[in-house]
């Protein structure tokens, strides 16, 4: 009888301790350190508050107050702890000293303008990451932006103006990846050579890889050369003449 209290009081302490244990952990905190420059975030999905302002350009999104929004310009790093699954919308837009960022192996989505105008050269996500949202590392027009990026294995869908604008030379499209979207690679003037591993892409959005390098090279799946080669040159690229499109 006195064993199956015991048990029963500590189960009982288990079930109280879990509460707040699991509230701490979606609690969103952050530390800056100012002497590396380095911001530090944990929490599970980082949401702003907002909006704080309205803007009519076009590409610039409506701004949102995040705890660490007076540190844009000042963080170099942004360290992104274990747990995060889901970077919100504007969450480091306009970081403009920002030049690395470490992605926990948790996260699952990068929402709307993440990263917009944020100069990062190396973006390497990882592999959970499912969803990239509209203009989420757009660089709108400023300075700088990626080189070089590795997209995640469990990639389904590449949003709008997703990577407009940035300096990368090539990229790889994951087997998975079955959208993207209108303007995502737009002028992206450095980009050369693209990978495309999927054979599931439904959709490849007006304008996708528009004002690349005049000769880029696509290469493609055989089995689905035919669609491709109909979604880039009726209206993916804007020199149709010139693009090359290779299967393998």
Same mark, same amino acid.
């Given at each position: 009888?006195?064993?199956?209290?015991?048990?029963? %009081?500590?189960?009982?302490?288990?079930?109280? %301790?879990?509460?707040? %244990?699991?509230?701490?952990?979606?609690?969103?905190?952050?530390?800056?350190?100012?002497?590396?420059?380095?911001?530090?975030?944990?929490?599970?999905?980082?949401?702003?508050?907002?909006?704080?302002?309205?803007?009519?350009?076009?590409?610039?999104?409506?701004?949102?107050?995040?705890?660490?929004?007076?540190?844009?310009?000042?963080?170099?790093?942004?360290?992104?702890?274990?747990?995060?699954?889901?970077?919100?919308?504007?969450?480091?837009?306009?970081?403009?000293?920002?030049?690395?960022?470490?992605?926990?192996?948790?996260? !699952?989505?990068?929402?709307?303008?993440?990263? %917009?105008?944020?100069?990062?050269?190396?973006?390497?996500?990882?592999?959970?990451?499912?969803?990239?949202?509209?203009?989420?590392?757009?660089?709108?027009?400023?300075?700088?932006?990626?080189?070089?990026?590795?997209?995640?294995?469990?990639?389904?869908?590449?949003?709008?103006?997703?990577?407009?604008?940035?300096?990368?030379?090539?990229?790889?499209?994951?087997?998975?990846?079955?959208?993207?979207?209108?303007?995502?690679?737009?002028?992206?003037?450095?980009?050369?050579?693209?990978?495309?591993?999927? !054979? !599931?892409?439904?959709?490849?959005?007006?304008?996708?890889?528009?004002?690349?390098?005049?000769?880029?090279?696509?290469?493609?799946?055989?089995?689905?050369?035919?669609?491709?080669?109909?979604?880039?040159?009726?209206?993916?690229?804007?020199?149709?003449?010139?693009?090359?499109?290779?299967?393998?």
């Amino acid at each position: 009888m006195k064993k199956i209290v015991f048990i029963l %009081c500590m189960s009982l302490a288990v079930t109280m %301790c879990a509460s707040p %244990c699991m509230a701490k952990q979606k609690k969103v905190t952050y530390k800056y350190k100012a002497s590396n420059k380095t911001l530090t975030v944990s929490g599970k999905h980082l949401r702003g508050k907002g909006p704080i302002g309205i803007f009519d350009a076009y590409y610039m999104p409506t701004k949102y107050e995040y705890k660490w929004s007076s540190l844009s310009g000042k963080v170099k790093k942004v360290v992104l702890k274990k747990g995060v699954e889901r970077i919100g919308y504007n969450a480091f837009g306009d970081f403009g000293k920002l030049k690395s960022v470490k992605f926990p192996k948790t996260l !699952k989505r990068i929402d709307d303008y993440a990263f %917009c105008a944020t100069p990062i050269p190396n973006v390497s996500l990882p592999d959970r990451v499912k969803y990239i949202g509209k203009s989420a590392f757009d660089m709108d027009g400023e300075k700088g932006g990626i080189v070089k990026l590795k997209l995640p294995r469990k990639l389904k869908s590449i949003g709008e103006s997703a990577f407009r604008m940035n300096k990368i030379k090539e990229v790889v499209i994951p087997a998975d990846v079955e959208n993207i979207g209108a303007d995502a690679f737009q002028e992206c003037t450095s980009l050369k050579k693209i990978v495309i591993k999927s !054979k !599931k892409i439904k959709n490849i959005g007006s304008g996708a890889f528009a004002d690349i390098v005049t000769d880029a090279v696509f290469f493609v799946p055989k089995e689905r050369e035919e669609d491709y080669r109909k979604m880039l040159l009726g209206r993916g690229v804007s020199t149709p003449e010139e693009t090359q499109i290779i299967a393998q």
